[in-house]
């Protein structure tokens, strides 16, 4: 269910706040210039067509990629390139996309791995009951190995695994990418349930349209590598171009052409 939240811009107190970053593939341009806020405690969203450059902003915020230009501070430190392990270390921890799970590992040995870098054992156990609590087949599962798991499931252990490093910030990469309709409701109400209960900030990138503005509190919408259009998801939900083109539904007026003027460019 949406929920009022004020305007992450301008509000001052972003936990994690991503300034004019610019990613390349060796030569290929990503992302081109994108900006964008995560308050403490929200969720906020990242909408996109495949090929947009949402995994390629999750990529650079977890220091699995470098940004040729541009700031991301985090909890008022600057943490653009640094390596992936310190910045989970500081409590930014990455769900990436595909459920990139240890296949051979069994899915107790994945959430472990999940916690490598802490020493609070008796924590660790704690959040591992609090997954299997959110995910009761992982319990059952547990000792199996991770390529025994549904595709369903791997994306429950992925999402868990993440939570294992007792992240402030959570990055979701496409949650709901081959699941059926049942599956992504299900694990969505948990992603709002680790939100509502533990407090974690999530930033989600989702081609899902409909189920990423029910989540989140704030989106932005990104095209071939550009910030579009931003705002509260329910005033999101009510403009017509996001009704056309990201969730399907056609009015009479005008077709086939974005109504949206092309955002600031912050070069
Ligand atoms: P998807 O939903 O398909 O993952 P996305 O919005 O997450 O899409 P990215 O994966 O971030 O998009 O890709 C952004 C752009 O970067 C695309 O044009 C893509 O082709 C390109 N790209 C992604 N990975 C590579 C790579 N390893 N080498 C070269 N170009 C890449």
């Avoid at 992925?158 to 409701?185: F, H, N, Q, T, Y």
């Avoid at 029910?214 to 931003?230: C, K, N, Q, S």
Wanted: hydrophobic residues 40%.
């Amino acid at each position: 269910m949406p929920r009022d939240a004020p305007s992450p811009v301008g509000a001052g107190s972003a936990l994690l706040k991503v300034t004019n970053i610019e990613t390349y593939y060796g030569p290929i341009q990503a992302i081109r210039g994108v900006s964008l806020e995560v308050p403490d405690g929200r969720i906020v969203a990242v909408l996109g067509a495949n090929g947009a450059g949402k995994t390629t902003i999750l990529k650079t915020i977890s220091g699995v990629m470098d940004p040729r230009k541009g700031q991301i501070v985090f909890d008022g430190r600057e943490i653009q390139r640094m390596s992936p392990d310190r910045v989970m270390r500081l409590g930014i921890c990455h769900a990436p996309e595909g459920r990139e799970v240890f296949p051979f590992l069994t899915v107790r040995e994945n959430l472990m791995m999940g916690a490598y870098t802490r020493r609070d054992r008796d924590a660790v156990a704690r959040d591992m009951e609090t997954c299997f609590g959110y995910f009761p087949v992982l319990q059952e599962r547990q000792h199996q190995r991770a390529s025994q798991l549904s595709g369903g499931q791997q994306q429950m252990l992925s999402i868990s695994r993440a939570l294992m490093g007792a992240p402030r910030v959570l990055l979701l990469d496409e949650p709901s990418l081959g699941l059926s309709p049942i599956l992504v409701k299900q694990i969505f109400e948990i992603v709002r349930r680790i939100n509502r209960e533990r407090g974690t900030a999530i930033l989600l990138v989702e081609q899902n349209a409909h189920i990423a503005l029910e989540t989140a509190d704030y989106g932005y919408v990104i095209e071939v590598g550009r910030i579009v259009m931003e705002d509260e998801c329910s005033r999101l939900m009510q403009k017509d171009d996001i009704k056309e083109f990201y969730l399907g539904q056609k009015d009479a007026g005008v077709r086939g052409r974005r109504r949206w003027k092309k955002k600031k460019l912050w070069r």
